[in-house]
C-alpha cells in the first residue's frame, strides 16, 4: 500500500511530515554528500540518498548504510517542490544544505568518559563539540582519534552522521548542574524508544 506524504524542510534542522487522515509528525534531518537522513520517533534513523533532476525535483532513494562505506538502495520515488513553498527556487542542492540548529542547548563542547565497546577494551576520554552549523567535533584522547561528522537534534534527542558510513541517535537529559546524561537509542517500536542504559554516559560542559 502506498500512500502520499508531504514533507517541510526548516532551515533549523526540522522536518515536518503529514500522512493523510495519519496526522503530522515533526523530526530532525541533516544533509550532506548526496545523503539525507531522519530521525522520527515512529521509525527512529532513516537513510536516504538523492539526486537532484532540477530546482524543483530530487529523486530520493531509501536505503541503508553498512558501516563500511556502502549503501544499500531499496525503493526511489521523487520528490516535488510543492507551489505553496516559501523557498526561492533558486537552487535546490543549496536549500538542502543549509546550516541546522543555529540554537539549541547542545551548542559548546562537552567531556565524557565513553564505556567501552568490548570487555577488552577501556573508557575512551573524549571532547565532543558540537557547532552551530551542523558540524559534531569528536576527539577522543586515548586512544587518540578525531572525527567530523554532521548532527541534527530536536527535543531531547540529537544524531549524528558521518557520510557515508552511517548514522546514530542519543537520547539526552539535562542535570540540575546543566550536564547532560546521554543514552544511545538502539531502535523504536510500538511503545517508543528502545534505549541502551548500559551505555548512559555524562557528558560535562566545557564551554
Avoid: H
Avoid at 540554537?103 to 563542547?109: C, E, I, K, Q
Amino acid at each position: 500500500m502506498s500512500a502520499t506524504a508531504d514533507f517541510k524542510f526548516e532551515t533549523n534542522g526540522t522536518v515536518e511530515v503529514s500522512f493523510a487522515g495519519l496526522g503530522v509528525f515533526t523530526g530532525a534531518y541533516v544533509v550532506k554528500d548526496g545523503y539525507q537522513v531522519t530521525f522520527f520517533d515512529f521509525e527512529g534513523i532513516a537513510a536516504y540518498s538523492y539526486a537532484v533532476i532540477d530546482n524543483n525535483t530530487i529523486s530520493v532513494t531509501e536505503g541503508e548504510f553498512d558501516g563500511v562505506g556502502g549503501f544499500t538502495a531499496e525503493n526511489t520515488t521523487s520528490f516535488k517542490r510543492k507551489a505553496s513553498s516559501q523557498i526561492i527556487k533558486q537552487d535546490i542542492a543549496a536549500d538542502l544544505s543549509k546550516p541546522s540548529n543555529a540554537d539549541n542547548n547542545l551548542t559548546g563542547a562537552w567531556q565524557a568518559l565513553l564505556p567501552p565497546e568490548t570487555e577488552d577494551d577501556g573508557y575512551s576520554k573524549t571532547i565532543q563539540v558540537f557547532l552551530p552549523n551542523g558540524d559534531y567535533q569528536y576527539l577522543s584522547v586515548d586512544p587518540y582519534m578525531s572525527m567530523q561528522f554532521q548532527y541534527s537534534t530536536i527535543n531531547d534527542v540529537f544524531f549524528i552522521f558521518l557520510p557515508p558510513y552511517g548514522a546514530e541517535a542519543f537520547q539526552y537529559a539535562t542535570k540540575t548542574d546543566g550536564n547532560i546524561t546521554v543514552t544511545p537509542i538502539i531502535g523504536v517500536n510500538e511503545n517508543g524508544r528502545i534505549l541502551d542504559a548500559s551505555k548512559a554516559t555524562d557528558f560535562t560542559k566545557i564551554w
